[in-house]
């Protein structure tokens, strides 16, 4: 089946997908590091973590160079069972002896969704907006997963927040996944950047990833994810995800 130029390229693996990942990711990061001297990237919470796995001990990570933030985050303390840099933190970066530099939500204003996600904003305008002078964010690479409702980041099916257009962070209050109190990085960060990878894996997922990619004209959160020319989309699913998907697979060689 011949793709349009921009088409999301899926890669379906049979085995190794966290070496796969981890090789895609430093491709990305020796790129951006070259060219701009750092590298941002953002980071989703649920399994997304435990893949990244492959990174540590990794001699080729320039963790001094990496800008961390969280696609999407819930508003509960940093060390809260359900904070998904809590989750980072224990699969990923607790695991460093250099951590990275981590852009979290500030705690501070927990109380407060407007505040809390005004805050996140404008941390990102700091780390963005003096060297891009962009009206949205660039990051070298956003990394998402799915819920087996198409959401991604905290956008959610049917949702007001998929409208959200004019900032780079939204909140809401009535998440249907607990914790309902969340901030999200909305559409229009997600498709500015230059990368943009998800990453599915088990059967539970095979419905909804043919949802996804086979008929995008349903207009699932994940499906409206779609990097603005010269961004790409990359996928990184395992065999059982990818079970029922007709869309074309490519071969990973990095
Ligand atoms: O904030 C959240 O609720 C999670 O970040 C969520 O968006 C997650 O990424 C997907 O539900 C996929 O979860 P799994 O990877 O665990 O299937």
């Excluded at 809390?116 to 962009?134: G, H, N, Q, T, V």
């Excluded at 086979?214 to 995800?241: C, N």
Aim: glycine letters at 4%.
């Amino acid at each position: 089946m011949h793709q349009p130029p921009n088409s999301p390229i899926v890669y379906s693996l049979r085995t190794g997908l966290s070496s796969a990942l981890a090789t895609f990711i430093l491709k990305a990061q020796d790129e951006s590091v070259n060219k701009k001297g750092r590298f941002t990237i953002a980071l989703s919470g649920g399994s997304l973590p435990q893949q990244l796995k492959d990174l540590i001990d990794n001699p080729r990570v320039k963790w001094d160079k990496w800008q961390v933030f969280y696609a999407d985050e819930r508003a509960v303390p940093l060390d809260d069972q359900d904070s998904n840099h809590n989750l980072c933190m224990t699969e990923l970066f607790g695991k460093l002896p250099n951590p990275p530099a981590i852009h979290t939500l500030d705690p501070t204003h927990l109380d407060n969704l407007e505040m809390l996600s005004a805050a996140y904003e404008e941390e990102l305008i700091r780390e963005f907006a003096p060297k891009d002078s962009a009206r949205f964010p660039v990051f070298d690479l956003i990394l998402l997963g799915i819920g087996s409702d198409g959401h991604t980041c905290s956008l959610f099916p049917n949702h007001q927040l998929l409208a959200v257009e004019d900032t780079w962070v939204a909140y809401l209050d009535d998440s249907p996944k607990p914790p309902p109190k969340r901030i999200t990085l909305t559409y229009p960060v997600l498709n500015h950047a230059a990368r943009v990878a998800f990453v599915a894996t088990g059967e539970g997922k095979a419905d909804v990833l043919s949802m996804i990619l086979d008929h995008p004209e349903k207009g699932l959160p994940a499906s409206r994810v779609r990097p603005v020319h010269p961004g790409q989309l990359y996928w990184f699913v395992d065999e059982s995800a990818s079970a029922k998907l007709q869309y074309p697979k490519s071969s990973f060689s990095m």
